[in-house]
T-cell receptor, first 111, second 115 residues
Framework: AQSVTQLGSHVSVSEGALVLLRCNYSSSVPPYLFWYVQYPNQGLQLLLKYTTGATLVKGINGFEAEFKKSETSFHLTKPSAHMSDAAEYFCAVRGDDKIIFGKGTRLHILP | GAGVSQSPSNKVTEKGKDVELRCDPISGHTALYWYRQSLGQGLEFLIYFQGNSAPDKSGLPSDRFSAERTGGSVSTLTIQRTQQEDSAVYLC?????????????FGDGTRLSIL
């Protein structure tokens, strides 16, 4: 069985500041991990995914995430926030069959 | 089309009516999923279709909910005798295969409002 915990339902950062969205998971088998972004009135769009190999994964829009097995974490970062990054972000894990989503973190960008 | 298509985009109906939501997945995608997204909640898994296999219905919240997938392509989610708590965004996703590393591609959802 798998589960996902996203710390913080809302995160606010200033434009140009570092973005850090936290995700911890549990899985009884080696996991596949995903981050999705959802803009208003749209579906979810894949940002990046970790399957095997390099633990630092680069995605679209300048985002990246690092898989840390010892910490069971897959935090999402971006060095410099942009106003267009304001959206809701979902972490997801897939171990056996289903993909399980976290409850989401809404990212607010302050001017 | 290139992406997952859902219709209608918005649906308003009275309590007690039946509704049908449609999902047209990406061509060639054998796996299809339905999720429900309520305000402030994550995605709640509803049902999963994979090829010709029996669907995984473990997420359906009650027997008022059902779904079918005809010809391995288009899927319809039906909610009978709607209740106000059914108000939510219903998202459909498809993926190439059942494999764990295949990401899901989402439609824009159907926003359902029960009066």
């Amino acid at each position: 069985a798998q589960s996902v915990t996203q710390l913080g339902s809302h995160v606010s950062v200033s434009e140009g500041a570092l973005v850090l969205l936290r995700c911890n998971y549990s899985s009884s088998v080696p996991p596949y991990l995903f981050w999705y972004v959802q803009y208003p009135n749209q579906g979810l769009q894949l940002l990046l995914k970790y399957t095997t190999g390099a633990t630092l994964v680069k995605g679209i829009n300048g985002f990246e995430a690092e898989f840390k097995k010892s910490e069971t974490s897959f935090h999402l970062t971006k060095p410099s926030a942009h106003m267009s990054d304001a959206a809701e972000y979902f972490c997801a894990v897939r171990g056996d069959d289903k993909i399980i989503f976290g409850k989401g973190t809404r990212l607010h960008i302050l001017p | 089309g290139a992406g997952v298509s859902q219709s209608p985009s918005n649906k308003v109906t009275e309590k007690g009516k039946d509704v049908e939501l449609r999902c047209d997945p990406i061509s060639g995608h054998t796996a299809l999923y339905w999720y429900r997204q309520s305000l402030g909640q994550g995605l709640e898994f509803l049902i999963y279709f994979q090829g010709n296999s029996a669907p995984d219905k473990s997420g359906l919240p009650s027997d008022r909910f059902s779904a079918e997938r005809t010809g391995g392509s288009v899927s319809t989610l039906t909610i009978q005798r709607t209740q106000q708590e059914d108000s939510a965004v219903y998202l459909c996703a498809s993926s190439l295969a059942r494999g764990g590393n295949q990401p899901q591609h989402f439609g824009d959802g159907t926003r359902l409002s029960i009066l």
